[in-house]
């Protein structure tokens, strides 16, 4: 009979069942061991085996099933309005901001230069993947999760979002506002759910909409220098300032 | 006459106004996870989602658009060849022989 786990995860209590007995410990916090034998979500050998493919050859089980957990996760997450997003999310003036770019683009520079040039004016939420959770009010919310990027930077912090940056690497700074036109697509590829269902579609499209309709977006053409970090927040500035919030 | 469906799985969307044709689990063995699509192909895709023919696709473009008919025509042609390249949209009768 397997054990079975519980993490709440952008505020909702899911229940794991893992494979192998060292995947446990990979995530941070700790899962706790819960009564009972039902679960949401459970890797299966055939998954670890696909999942092998898209990690180094020398990856043991248990990170195999580690990550193999985040798309089920995210899946998990899309009927209750929440998913797990690739970006680096971190909490300023009340508001998670999220930078979002494929991997290596330097979403973590971004906030390393921004902490070393503002001293504790930022916290991580999380250096990789943020959950997010749609609320009945409607605003979208900005938690930590288990899986945070090879730096481990996280926090138990969340916040409501204040805005998306798109990131991409340039050969200048230059900041613009992101049309839905340009941003959708990009933004489609940043959710960690690959939808099995229509309904599943369906969701992680309306979450999409529910952000885009409650924060502006960005693209950052930047060389991941001081220049670029300063120009990124004061950008967010005048977009608080703006709605009487700086 | 050709008759088209859409695949099962494949569903459109719109996300603040931009039209997204996305593909379940099943479908993306056929089709690429995600397109993005103007405003006269997701016109055109909902009236295919509604069983039009091509010859009704005809019809519903020159009354929606002020278009003349040989380049409807076309485009309509052009927007069903690439739905049927990237594995969207099927030939009636296709569906069960896959």
Not at chain 1, 176 to 192: I, K
Request: aromatic share 8%; with cysteine.
């Amino acid at each position: 009979m397997p054990q079975i786990y519980e993490m709440t995860i952008a505020g909702h209590p899911l229940r794991y069942a893992f494979l192998h007995p060292g995947t446990r410990f990979l995530l941070n916090p700790l899962p706790r061991r819960v009564e009972g034998e039902d679960c949401d979500i459970a890797v299966t050998p055939e998954k670890i085996e696909l999942g092998r493919n898209f990690l180094p050859p020398d990856s043991s089980d248990a990170y195999v099933e580690y990550r193999c957990l985040i798309e089920l996760t995210a899946r998990a997450l899309l009927p209750y309005g929440g998913c797990v997003f690739h970006a680096a999310a971190f909490a300023w003036r009340d508001r998670a901001w999220l930078l979002t770019a494929p991997p290596e683009t330097g979403k973590t520079t971004q906030f390393l230069n921004w902490q070393r040039l503002h001293p504790g004016e930022i916290t991580m939420i999380s250096g990789d993947m943020p959950a997010l959770e749609t609320r009945e009010d409607g605003s979208v919310w900005v938690h930590f999760s288990p899986w945070n990027g090879k730096e481990n930077l996280f926090s138990r912090t969340s916040a409501p979002l204040g805005g998306l940056v798109l990131l991409e690497q340039g050969r200048e700074n230059r900041i613009a506002p992101l049309s839905p036109r340009e941003g959708v697509s990009p933004l489609l590829q940043q959710f960690m759910a690959l939808p099995e269902t229509e309904e599943e579609l369906y969701a992680m499209a309306a979450l999409l909409e529910r952000m885009l309709r409650t924060a502006p977006a960005w693209k950052l053409i930047n060389l991941g220098d001081d220049a670029s970090t300063e120009l990124l927040r004061e950008t967010l500035l005048a977009e608080l300032k703006e709605r009487g919030e700086a | 006459m050709d008759r088209y469906v859409t695949r099962p799985g494949v569903v459109l969307t719109s996300i603040c106004g931009e039209h997204m044709l996305l593909a379940a689990k099943a479908a993306r063995e056929h089709c690429p996870y995600m397109t993005q699509l103007n405003e006269s192909s997701a016109f055109l895709w909902r009236k295919l989602e509604d069983g039009a023919a091509a010859e009704d696709l005809l019809r519903a473009v020159l009354e929606e658009y002020e278009i003349a008919e040989p380049e409807a025509r076309k485009a309509i042609d052009s927007f069903l060849e690439q739905m049927l390249q990237h594995g969207y949209l099927l030939r009636k009768g296709e569906q069960k022989n896959e």
